[in-house]
């Protein structure tokens, strides 16, 4: 159920990039490791089931990427086709949903996956974009150029 998603500053051309959500399991050492997707990688992972979705979100406020933890189950998720789905994360009895997802470098709120549409955005601007300036010239705007999912 990943996506992925690839801003261009319109001035200087640097490439930011997020991705997610993907799934992810904890081996017995609680080590969080990609569980595959469609289907789970052969080995340990489909033993430990879904243990929630990971990304690699932006931070617009100190303008970096993180790999984030953005929901944990209690209790792994197994299924037939390695494949949770959203009705199943947003289901309160499977999961511990910690929030909004705080940015472990300045803790702000208000991480970004994908791309925001241009009223969320700065006036003027054309395209769908990822909020904020450009963090190498600050003084462009980050456009989606391209994404993809699987
Ligand atoms: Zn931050
Ligand atoms: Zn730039």
New binding site residues.
Partial sequence: MASGYKFECDRCGYIVETMGPSEFYRDGQRNRKPYGHPLPFPGEALDYGVKGLSADLY?P??K?IFDMVMVEFDIPYHCDKGEIFWDDVEDPDRHRNEGSVI?P??K?VGMILGPLHKDECKPGAEGEMLAGDCPKCGEGILVSRLSWMS
Wanted: aromatic share 12%.
């Fill in positions: 931070c406020f100190c970096k940015c470098g300045c702000h």
